[in-house]
């Protein structure tokens, strides 16, 4: 986004507050920018904006913001963070929409469930972590050729459709009350898994190929920090941006470990 500061200084701009850390474990400070409203700006272009004018409403020169994204589209999902207080993709936030007035107020910090490495940017592998604990993968015995693949129903296709559009973003960990920061890596194996890795496991679960690992993936969501920790908030399905089912996804998964507990009772 291309403006002059000529432009904001006639009123035609939103002021954006930043919650920064300098790195992980250094302490967290506020700072203002007014960015120049443009037509058809979203808040990764307003953070650009501000990376090539790093001065502050003080007339203090600082360092750029720092942020992640990827795909600008809300495909990557990397660019999740708490927008006027609610997690959301920063690339598909519109000005027009959040700030629509002239000096209107824009406050973007970064998610508090995962550790922050700096700024805006956060450190989300506990979330990757999680689909190795559910082994959300698709077996296979090698890279030749099997021929065609097992049919499934178009209903079936369809439900697992919508599943596979997750991209790990975040969102309904950030909004899940069960799902807590944990810096300490050895604490993952035990705290809540969270929505998005149980309803990747019923994706998998449900693939004709990929329910080889069905038993597996089960065992993993009745240990610790499984979905019986869920405590049925339903915030997680509020905030997901690809409107994926996840407590239809956490009901279903409780039954099939509620079926696989008893099951396992009787082959002992």
């Known amino acids: 986004m291309i403006a002059s500061q000529e432009t904001a200084s006639k009123g035609q701009h939103i002021r954006i507050r930043i919650k920064r850390s300098d790195g992980p474990g250094k302490p967290s400070y506020w700072q203002a920018f007014d960015v120049p409203r443009e037509p058809g700006a979203n808040i990764i272009s307003c953070l650009q904006w501000i990376a090539a004018h790093p001065v502050t409403v003080d007339g203090e020169k600082t360092t750029p913001v720092v942020w992640d994204s990827g795909c600008l589209e809300e495909v990557c999902g990397a660019c999740t963070m708490l927008i006027n207080g609610g997690v959301r993709q920063s690339c598909s936030a519109l000005i027009s929409d959040i700030a629509p007035n002239d000096g209107d107020e824009i406050t973007l910090e ?102 080889q690992l ?50 396992s009772w009787f082959r002992r």
């Open 110 to 211: 970064p998610m508090s469930k995962f550790p922050v490495i700096r700024d805006l940017w956060v450190d989300r592998q506990r979330l990757f972590d999680s689909l190795k604990r559910v082994q959300a993968w698709v077996p296979i015995d090698g890279s030749y050729s099997l021929g065609a693949g097992p049919k499934e129903s178009p209903d079936k296709q369809g439900t697992r459709y919508t599943l596979s559009t997750c991209m790990s973003c975040g969102c309904c960990l950030e909004a899940c009350p069960q799902y807590n920061l944990e810096e300490d890596e050895s604490q993952w194996p035990t705290s809540f898994i969270g929505a998005a890795a149980i309803s990747q496991a019923r994706l998998f679960n449900e693939h004709e190929t990929g329910k």
């Open 214 to 263: 069905k038993r597996e993936r089960l065992d993993a969501l009745m240990g610790p920090g499984g979905v019986s920790d869920c405590g049925n908030a339903q915030n997680c399905v509020k905030v997901c941006p690809k409107e994926i089912p996840l407590t239809e996804s956490i009901s279903a998964m409780g039954r099939a470990t509620t079926i696989h507990a008893i099951t």
